[in-house]
């Protein structure tokens, strides 16, 4: 059901016809179609791995697209820069503002254009008048003078967008703008893009919170895996109908038998860290799968990354096994049962111009240590070939570059790595970010086999299906504090009702988990 | 609001720590030598310190654009021998050349700019790590002073030369003496005035705090930080080769050694001065404040009497001093926008104890 | 497929190096002679004047593999051969030290433990202050000079007793000792990074010190490690050399630094860290001292050999930018990140 437009007299801005882009190993974007008007607030949805980034990439001349049309104004597009994409209007405001801090607000309007008098000299006086002048024309009022440290992040985002519109852009691709932005600066945020609409602006709305795609967007586009699911009028759709076509159906469910024991192996008692989460309970069983998740800002990754001593954990206690978990450090972490899967792998996952046999055994060398410091090769060796097979490692060799692995092999790699340090508690973030299909399917299979020797796995993902497909329970995260249970099998434990519940709906009736 | 009175505080504090340092530091050079706080004294803090300063002004510029240069002392001795070589005699060091001064200038400012020339086509052409193509050629250059004038030094050069350096613009009679007031003084303060005039009131100032901001921010906005890069590096060979007229002129005379470890203390002045060394932040007035402060504690140590060897070592020291001054800076106005954010957020406020970052 | 390609483009400037030598060598031994250039004493020659330099290429090249530098040596360099002069010869009117006549079997041992500790402060400052190592090691050469100063008071002594020559001038039948001594300290140094648990630590970290950490290793510490290292080799170096020329001067070591620099990077170890090998960085010292030697028999002006050598140390760093160019190629797609 292509429904498309409401208003037939509003020229398109921008007309993309049959995308194709395939990249090794993954075929990103199949036949899609995608269509802007001006003036229009357009969201674009999808999970991760549906394409919106590659779309995107394409459209700002990032990449090209192997087969398709592009349309800009009427205009057919070939193969574009991103200069070339920036002249023909479009611009891109990233999730995190791309400003120069250290000069003043009107500075970073007018930079590169600043006024100056017949000699050539900056009258200041003159420059700060022409921002001021500037902004209140899109109807933003800042204080010029003050430095760009001292205006609030959601300000930043306004002048971003305000400074592309100087730049004639008549296509603003908003990634994601609302994550860190308190309610009360995102309706501002909102009222600005209002006003811009009307002024015949259109917009590219990305985001994961449905909620704010209702509120501000006149259609959407759904993908999912490369392929395009629906173009809609907002107004004729319901929250429920929407989640249902982002989440498509389930991975096939595991019939996983429930390998839990009774006793609480991770227990988290009122984990509070300001301006992340708040008054965190816990209990996990061991061999116990646990799903969290949550939108971006939720405070789950930051969770995560306290609990492994990346970051500072906060006020509260935590226990393995029922001994206090004191972590300074990962080492620590590791030491006291507790192991965790980075979500970026490149930074933080793997040392990539390390072999593959390396960055297994790091945390683990000690094992393998002999007089003078010297690490047993052998032994390092067989631990190494050891996993290699079990976990299904495809690499020429123990001295492959691990750089050079395929996505998902490269996650296998870390995956042994933590097994490795025989965990009592094993976090895993967005496993399966990055990997083809077949790849994910390795992957659950080795979580639920870690599930059943016995480790509990907390799993925070925003992939909602694969973590109904796996997981015992899910947690949902809202603004800081647990606020859903949703448990294997329970008749409510649904894609829709999980979406609705990260999205903040519901809240009222937050059950709290001992 | 109590937060952002506070803030503001340490902001302006920050901003100008050079000024409260320099006086503190007269008030403890006043109370150690009774001799400091001398009009004689005071006349001649400037003089020592002036070829410094322009150094101060080059490294300056390219500091805020985020590059260092550090052959800039290297380039002074290249300039001022040089200039020796064309001015002197055959028996003071020279080539027996003898040209007139207003033919060597322009050649020294040339041969100084052309080395900023090859420092900035490395740094933005080939796109080698700015520190080490500037040590490198801080060593290059030094070994070509010695090649054009081995192990010589060229002195007694004409008066027209020595008289920026040295030179006096008017006596004042005071206490039964003349003190006399230096032109290298006035020539310091005025060029930091042009300094400050290109940083505040120019495009080209503006872009250079642009591109050490944030290069790719700069870039979108239109900014072509290749050239910047380029043209800072040109004008601190040109300030160099200007230092170098400024103490040869003084000294009358260029030696091999001419300008030898000079860059700490150029590093160390510019820092204290509010150059940070991320880039992008720091005003030239400071940076003066830095060369007037080195003045200061130049003077005054050697009143005291203090060994020269002494002297460099207290550099050394100071230069760590002030680079953890500005790792703080930095950090401290990192956290700041950290806990603006957190202020923002209701998330664990119900708890006592307020945990900041 | 393009990982390929840069892969191998990457291996040729790697070895690059071995046949610059080897082009070197034959072009020196044309324009000289073979019997001169190749002759046995100067061969030792060749070998002699790396021995010292190399040394410090060992403690440097740790650094760089850490992706730090350490410009602080020649200042560690200067300090210990100070202070063991100035604790080991007795007074006089010229060249005298301070007159305390202290076995060099406690003197050696108190120079080694001062460079080490000198590390250990530059460790410090920057991995628990972080501040930027450049400048600081750049500073603390400064004030390590400094301190030379004072304890030498600008005067230089000589004559430290043979049994403290040994390293820098003691021979083997007709071979000098050192140049035994330090091909086998690159060896088994070389060898111990590659199979230690602490050579391990320093390739992670290096390379990817945030991964390094997340994977429990301590950075910090590593680094501070490397740059005791550097301290010892840098001390150990002044021994060698005080050995040698048996006269110290606050001056001495001036001028290694970019020279250490220079072989590490000629030899391979990457300005970017983890990447490159102690054999490398060997063949870099060899690289130099070749050069030198010939340009030396050619009579050309010392002070030319200078110009020579900042212009291959020029030429080491643009090829070594080039490759961390080739490097970002192997990184992911750079699209915009829709999920941080």
């Not at chain 2, 004294?41 to 322009?54: D, E, F, M, S, T």
């Amino acid at each position: 059901m292509k429904t498309n437009n409401l208003n037939n007299k509003k020229p398109f801005i921008l007309q993309m016809k049959s995308i194709y882009k395939t990249f090794p190993g993954v075929q990103a974007l199949r036949g899609v179609d995608f269509n802007l008007y001006s003036g229009e607030i357009h969201g674009l949805v999808g999970k991760n791995g549906a394409g919106k980034t590659t779309l995107v990439a394409i459209l700002m001349g990032l990449q090209a697209p192997d087969a398709g049309d592009i349309k800009i104004e009427g205009h057919q597009v070939k193969v574009m820069t991103p200069g070339e994409a920036i002249k023909a209007g479009v611009a891109y405001v990233p999730q995190r503002v791309d400003l120069m801090d250290s000069l003043t607000v009107g500075e970073n309007i007018l930079a590169g254009q600043l006024l100056k008098d017949k000699l050539g000299f900056i009258n200041w006086p003159d420059n700060y008048h022409e921002a001021e002048r500037r902004l209140k024309k899109l109807g933003l009022h800042l204080n010029v003078r003050s430095r760009l440290e001292g205006i609030s992040m959601a300000e930043q985002t306004m002048l971003v967008i305000a400074k592309a519109i100087f730049s004639n852009a008549k296509l603003i691709i908003l990634d994601e703008p609302t994550a860190s932005l308190p309610r009360k600066d995102i309706e501002r945020l909102f009222g600005f893009i209002h006003s811009l609409k009307e002024k015949g602006v259109a917009f590219i709305y990305i985001s994961h919170h449905i909620e704010e795609v209702f509120e501000i967007c006149d259609r959407v586009t759904i993908l999912r895996d490369g392929n395009l699911v629906d173009v809609c009028n907002v107004s004729e759709l319901t929250m429920g109908k929407l989640t249902a076509k982002i989440a498509g159906e389930n991975i096939k469910e595991n019939e996983r038998k429930s390998t839990q024991e009774d006793k609480p192996v991770l227990n988290v008692n009122g984990l509070t860290r300001r301006g992340f989460y708040e008054d965190i309970n816990l209990s996990i069983k061991k061999g116990e799968i646990v799903g969290i998740s949550g939108l971006q800002g939720c405070g789950v990754e930051t969770l995560g990354k306290g609990l492994f001593a990346m970051e500072n954990r906060g006020i509260g206690e935590v226990e393995i096994n029922g001994k206090p978990f004191l972590p300074r450090n990962p080492r620590d972490a590791f030491t006291q049962g507790l192991a965790y899967l980075p979500q970026d792998r490149y930074h933080f996952g793997l040392v990539g111009s390390r072999t593959v046999k390396e960055n297994i055994t790091y945390p683990v060398l000690k094992r393998f240590l002999m007089p003078f410091g010297l690490i047993k090769n052998s032994d390092e060796s067989d631990l190494v070939a050891e996993y290699i097979e079990s976990l299904g490692i495809v690499t020429p060799s123990h001295n492959q570059t691990a750089l050079l692995l395929s996505g998902g092999n490269q996650q296998k790699v870390i995956f042994a790595k933590l097994a490795a340090t025989r965990p009592s508690v094993l976090i895993l973030h967005e496993p399966t970010q990055g990997i083809d299909v077949r790849a994910k399917q390795d992957i659950y299979r080795i979580i639920d086999e870690l599930g059943t020797q016995g480790v509990s796995i907390i799993i925070i993902s925003i992939e909602i299906h694969e973590l109904i497909g796996v997981c015992d329970r899910i947690l949902v995260m809202y603004e800081g504090r647990i606020t859903h249970e949703f448990l294997k099998g329970d008749n409510k434990t649904t894609s829709e009702n999980i979406l609705l519940a990260i999205e903040g709906e519901n809240n009222r009736n937050a059950i709290k988990q001992k | 609001m109590k937060n952002n009175l506070l803030h503001k505080l340490l902001l302006a504090l920050f901003d100008n720590l050079i000024w409260i340092i320099i006086a503190v530091a007269i008030i403890i050079f006043s109370l150690l030598s009774d001799k400091f706080f001398t009009i004689f004294n005071l006349v001649n803090i400037i003089p020592r310190v002036a070829a410094i300063g322009l150094l101060i002004i080059g490294q300056s510029f390219t500091m805020i654009t985020g590059n260092f240069d550090l052959s800039s002392e290297s380039n002074v001795g290249f300039t001022a021998m040089i200039a020796g070589l064309l001015l002197a005699t055959s028996e003071n060091g020279g080539l027996g050349l003898m040209w007139p001064t207003a033919v060597v200038i322009p050649i020294m400012l040339l041969a100084g700019s052309l080395v900023g020339v090859i420092n900035g086509l490395l740094v933005t052409k080939l796109k080698v790590n700015n520190l080490i193509v500037t040590i490198a050629m801080l060593m290059i250059l030094r070994g070509v002073i010695y090649i054009i004038n081995p192990g010589v030094s060229a002195t007694k050069f004409p008066g027209s030369y020595n008289w920026l350096g040295s030179g006096t613009l008017f006596k004042i009679p005071y206490e039964g003496k003349l003190v006399s007031f230096p032109v290298s003084a006035l020539f310091v303060l005025i060029t930091f005035l042009v300094a400050f005039v290109i940083t505040r009131y120019r495009e080209f100032g503006r872009n250079m705090y642009a591109v050490g901001a944030n290069r790719n921010a700069a870039e979108a906005a239109g900014i072509q930080s290749n050239k910047i890069i380029l043209t800072v590096y040109i004008i601190s060979g040109f300030c160099a080769a200007l230092a170098g007229l400024l103490t040869s002129g003084r000294m009358d005379t260029a030696t091999p050694r001419t300008g030898a470890d000079w860059i700490f203390q150029v590093q160390a002045a510019s820092i204290i001065g509010g150059i940070s060394l991320i880039g992008g932040r720091g005003n030239m007035i400071g940076a003066m404040g830095g060369m007037l402060l080195w003045g200061i504690i130049d003077t005054g140590l050697n009143l005291m009497m203090v060994d020269p060897l002494l002297i460099d070592l207290l550099r050394g020291l100071l230069l760590l001093f002030a680079i953890l001054l500005d790792t703080y800076k930095v950090r401290y106005l990192h956290s700041l926008a950290v806990n603006e954010a957190l202020s923002d957020t209701k998330i664990g406020l119900k708890h006592k104890k307020l945990i900041y970052e | 497929m393009l990982l390929n390609k840069n892969d191998f483009r990457r291996i040729i400037l790697d070895q690059f190096l071995w046949i610059i030598i080897a082009v070197i060598f034959i072009t020196f031994s044309l324009w000289i002679g073979f019997d001169r250039f190749l002759s046995g004493t100067n061969i030792i020659n060749i070998l002699l004047h790396s021995t010292v330099l190399g040394i410090l290429v060992i403690g440097q090249s740790i650094c760089l593999l850490s992706k730090n530098f350490d410009l602080s040596a020649e200042g560690t360099v200067s300090l210990v051969t100070v202070i063991a002069a100035f604790l080991m010869v007795p007074t006089s009117s010229f060249g005298g030290g301070g007159g305390y006549e202290i076995s060099p079997f406690i003197v050696i041992p108190l120079m080694l433990v001062i460079g080490t500790i000198a590390g250990f402060i530059n460790g410090r400052l920057i991995t628990k202050l972080r501040m930027n190592n450049f400048i600081v090691t750049l500073s603390m050469q400064l004030v390590l000079r400094g301190l030379s100063y004072i304890i030498s008071g600008g005067l230089q002594i000589d004559n430290p007793p043979a049994a403290f020559n040994w390293l820098g001038t003691g021979t083997v039948g007709p071979i000098p000792f050192a140049i035994i001594f330090t091909p086998m300290l690159f060896i088994l140094i070389n060898w111990y990074l590659k199979n230690s648990y602490f050579g391990r630590q320093l390739y992670a970290v290096g390379s990817n010190s945030e991964a390094a950490n997340a994977s429990g290793f301590n950075s910090g510490r590593v680094v501070t490690i490397a740059y005791m290292i550097s301290g010892f080799m840098a001390a150990l170096a002044g021994w060698m050399l005080l050995g040698r020329v048996q006269s110290s001067y606050s001056k001495l070591g001036a001028g290694f630094t970019l020279e250490t620099v220079a072989a590490s990077v000629i030899g391979g170890i990457s300005l970017q860290g983890g990447l490159g090998s102690l054999g490398g960085a060997f063949a870099g010292v060899m690289l130099l001292s070749v050069v030198d030697n010939g340009l030396n028999l050619m009579d050309v002006n010392p002070f030319w050999v200078n110009g020579i050598r900042g212009l291959i140390i020029l030429l080491a760093l643009v090829i070594d930018s080039q490759k961390m160019r080739y490097k970002l190629k192997v990184t992911p797609q750079s699209q915009p990140q829709t999920q941080e």
